[in-house]
């Protein structure tokens, strides 16, 4: 049948005419095969007459476009990086932050062992607002605050990680290219696990090419790999000493040292050699004195190590160069809070929480400043307790603890009966004037065995205390002086054995105020059994509820929350305190957890 053309006209399907059609069909087709096998031929003479004479040097061309993982050349590892693969970090970094007090413990791992959660993420009852209430919305920038639950730190770069990202680190020296494909072949079973497989490849090219940096380095990042796996620290002191080795050998790239030495000083810490770790910090500060990041890092290595004045003079220097760095603003204004310099240290903490940068958003600086601006009378305290809450670091904006274990029941006042430890109770109550009685006679006869409060609680008057048990240790001198207390006390393991918490007496002074503050750990709750009590002027404020004692019976707190104390009576204050565990944590939990 015919088929109608574009334009309507009827098409015959004529014999003669379909040969025409099919033979012009074919000789278009044979043109167009042949053209293209010309073109073929002429490219592969091409290429081979640009390899045959150095046209191009096509290694320098690759790796110059193509270089992904910093070495100088294109590779497998460049290939993995632009298909989509994670480049490898060769330095990781880990800083170890510490509790809020005044001094910037840090708690060093001795060994590998499980801590329970710093930041206190279980859920709190719902409090009746406060005689000052509570803000709801917070005052400070969105770049402290983007959500209600936190994730992970700010993702803003400080000056320092844009420039290495526009710098790629060389790892390489000129020797360490030439056995690049045998650094790369140990490399890879490392990044695949293969760890021990790794370690006897890495071994093999450092006995190979002892003066080789990257192949040593390879090795001591085997040997800290295998230490965490192995959970060994005989292995990590390995690594911690193939690290120094590699810093100690010629031709060794500037890059490269600065991450074998990162690392090194970051494992020092973390096996407790804060010195070792700070004299590590020293010399890499010499050889990058520009890098104010180092500076930064050896300020901390002071603060772990109670060097607040050399920490000090570290900040000083920083912000004279880099007036705006975060880092050195927040910890500077912590070292400000701790010499009780409680409004200089303001607007330190508060502009570097603000920045947003790497290393504030800590708990201990949304502490220290809401502290320091409750004690100034700045309402807004309580924007920036919020604001740590929101970043996770408080359970709520009343409890502000920073060394919690999640899912504690969460409260500010207890009954006996809700603690589980009536009997306890019962007989702190029963026997309270033989308490009162040693009490008296250790504070009449030798009031020198009462020490000052020592943590800068107080706004005004004295405020003595007489330890017997700290830290779940009994103080054997202080109990000769009260052996029925002590003896009374021995049965009692949930308060003995509480390496959170003290057994102690506490006197305080007419005229004394004591700051709103709050204890360190949800691990523990707190009793105090009246002693001596005037009969007006004392009075205990947890949360927005305010009590006051009664001799002879037993209040019970939880010192997580906020509390705050006055004694505007006429005369002294006497009151047995007496740390107990918390009541749901396990025996397990209880025997682990770190002294506080």
């Given at each position: 049948?015919?088929?109608t053309?574009?334009?309507?006209?009827?098409?015959?399907?004529?014999?003669?005419?379909?040969?025409?059609?099919k033979?012009?069909?074919?000789?278009?087709?044979?043109?167009?095969?042949?053209?293209?096998?010309?073109?073929?031929?002429?490219?592969?003479w091409?290429?081979v007459?640009?390899?045959?004479?150095?046209l191009?040097?096509y290694?320098?061309?690759?790796?110059?476009?193509?270089?992904?993982?910093?070495?100088?050349?294109?590779?497998?590892?460049?290939?993995?990086?632009?298909?989509?693969?994670?480049?490898?970090?060769?330095?990781?970094e880990?800083?170890?932050?510490?509790p809020?007090?005044s001094?910037?413990?840090?708690?060093p791992?001795?060994?590998f062992?499980?801590?329970?959660?710093?930041?206190?993420n279980?859920?709190?009852?719902?409090?009746?607002p406060a005689?000052?209430?509570?803000?709801?919305s917070?005052?400070?920038?969105?770049?402290i605050?983007?959500?209600?639950?936190?994730?992970?730190?700010?993702t803003?770069?400080?000056?320092?990680?844009?420039?290495?990202?526009?710098?790629k680190p060389k790892?390489l020296?000129?020797?360490?290219?030439t056995?690049?494909?045998?650094?790369?072949?140990a490399?890879?079973?490392?990044k695949?696990g293969k760890?021990?497989?790794?370690?006897h490849?890495?071994e093999?090219?450092v006995?190979?090419?002892?003066?080789?940096?990257?192949?040593?380095?390879?090795?001591?990042?085997?040997?800290d790999?295998l230490?965490?796996?192995?959970?060994?620290?005989?292995?990590l002191?390995?690594?911690?000493n193939?690290?120094?080795?590699?810093a100690?050998?010629p031709?060794?790239?500037?890059?490269?040292i600065?991450?074998t030495?990162?690392?090194?000083?970051?494992?020092?810490?973390?096996?407790g050699?804060t010195?070792?770790?700070l004299?590590?910090?020293?010399?890499?500060?010499?050889?990058?004195p520009?890098?104010?990041?180092?500076?930064?890092?050896?300020?901390?290595a002071?603060l772990?190590?109670?060097?607040?004045?050399?920490?000090?003079?570290?900040?000083?220097?920083?912000?004279?160069?880099?007036?705006?760095?975060?880092?050195?603003?927040v910890?500077?204004g912590?070292?400000?809070?701790?010499?009780?310099?409680?409004?200089?240290?303001?607007?330190?903490?508060?502009?570097?929480?603000e920045t947003g940068?790497?290393?504030?958003?800590?708990g201990?600086?949304y502490?220290h400043?809401?502290d320091?601006?409750?004690?100034?009378?700045?309402?807004?305290a309580?924007d920036?307790?919020?604001?740590?809450?929101?970043?996770g670091?408080?359970?709520?904006?009343?409890?502000?603890s920073?060394y919690?274990?999640?899912?504690?029941r969460?409260?500010?006042?207890?009954?006996a009966?809700e603690?589980?430890?009536?009997?306890l109770?019962?007989?702190?109550?029963?026997?309270w004037?033989?308490?009162r009685?040693?009490?008296?006679?250790?504070?009449?006869?030798?009031?020198?065995?009462?020490?000052?409060e020592?943590?800068?609680l107080r706004?005004?008057?004295?405020?003595?205390?007489?330890?017997?048990?700290q830290?779940g240790r009994?103080?054997?001198?202080s109990?000769r002086?009260?052996p029925?207390?002590?003896?009374?006390?021995?049965?009692?393991?949930?308060?003995?054995s509480?390496?959170?918490?003290?057994?102690k007496?506490?006197?305080?002074?007419?005229?004394?105020?004591?700051?709103?503050?709050?204890?360190?750990?949800?691990?523990?709750?707190?009793?105090?059994?009246?002693?001596?009590?005037?009969?007006k002027?004392c009075?205990?404020?947890?949360?927005?509820?305010?009590?006051?004692w009664?001799?002879?019976?037993?209040l019970?707190?939880d010192?997580?929350?906020e509390?705050?104390?006055?004694?505007?009576?006429e005369?002294y204050?006497?009151i047995?305190?007496?740390?107990?565990?918390?009541?749901?944590l396990?025996q397990?939990?209880r025997?682990?957890?770190?002294p506080?």
């Open positions: 049948m015919g088929e053309s574009v334009d309507g006209a009827k098409m015959t399907d004529s014999p003669g005419g379909n040969a025409a059609i033979s012009e069909k074919k000789t278009e087709g044979n043109s167009f095969f042949s053209w293209l096998l010309v073109l073929a031929l002429l490219g592969a091409l290429s007459g640009v390899m045959w004479f150095d191009v040097d290694n320098s061309a690759l790796g110059g476009v193509y270089d992904a993982d910093g070495d100088g050349d294109f590779d497998v590892e460049d290939a993995k990086v632009l298909l989509g693969d994670t480049l490898y970090v060769s330095c990781k880990s800083i170890s932050h510490s809020h007090g001094t910037y413990d840090a708690e791992s001795l060994e062992t499980t801590e329970e959660s710093r930041p206190a279980q859920i709190s009852p719902e409090l009746p005689t000052q209430p509570v803000p709801t917070v005052s400070t920038p969105e770049s605050i983007e959500t209600t639950e936190f994730t992970e730190e700010p803003v770069e400080s000056k320092e990680e844009k420039e290495a990202k526009k710098k790892l020296n000129k020797f360490d290219k056995i690049k494909s045998e650094i790369n072949a490399e890879k079973l490392r695949k760890i021990e497989e790794s370690l490849a890495f093999a090219l006995q190979k090419f002892p003066q080789s940096p990257r192949c040593r380095y390879g090795k001591a990042q085997a040997e790999d230490a965490e796996k192995m959970r060994s620290n005989e292995m002191l390995k690594a911690v193939s690290y120094r080795e590699v100690e050998l031709d060794v790239p500037h890059d490269l600065k991450a030495l990162k690392r090194r000083a970051d494992r020092q810490q973390f096996l050699r010195r070792g770790s004299a590590t910090l020293e010399k890499l500060v010499q050889i990058f520009e890098d104010v990041s180092l500076k930064n890092d050896l300020g901390v002071h772990l190590l109670g060097d607040n004045k050399s920490a000090k003079r570290i900040y000083e220097e920083v912000l004279a160069r880099a007036p705006h760095d975060g880092f050195a603003k910890h500077y912590f070292i400000l809070k701790s010499e009780n310099k409680i409004a200089e240290s303001i607007p330190y903490l508060r502009e570097g929480l940068e790497p290393g504030t958003d800590d201990r600086f502490f400043l809401g320091a601006l409750q004690r100034t009378g700045d309402k807004s309580y920036w307790y919020e604001a740590g809450h929101r970043r670091h408080f359970a709520s904006v009343w409890q502000r920073l919690n274990v999640p899912g504690l969460a409260q500010p006042w207890w009954t009966e603690t589980g430890y009536t009997v109770v019962k007989m702190l109550e029963r026997n004037l033989t308490i009685d040693e009490a008296l006679s250790v504070l009449d006869g030798t009031s020198g065995q009462f020490s000052p020592d943590e800068n706004e005004t008057g004295d405020w003595g205390q007489f330890t017997l048990w830290q009994k103080v054997a001198d109990c002086h009260v029925k207390t002590c003896g009374l006390l021995e049965r009692y393991p949930e308060a003995t509480c390496k959170r918490g003290q057994i007496f506490s006197v305080m002074q007419v005229g004394t105020h004591v700051w709103p503050h709050t204890g360190p750990t949800n691990c523990r709750l707190r009793m105090h059994l009246g002693l001596v009590i005037p009969s002027g009075r205990i404020r947890c949360t927005n509820q305010t009590r006051s009664e001799e002879g019976k037993v019970i707190f010192d997580s929350f509390h705050e104390v006055w004694q505007e009576a005369s204050r006497l047995f305190i007496v740390d107990v565990w918390h009541p749901e396990t397990l939990q025997q682990t957890l770190s506080i």
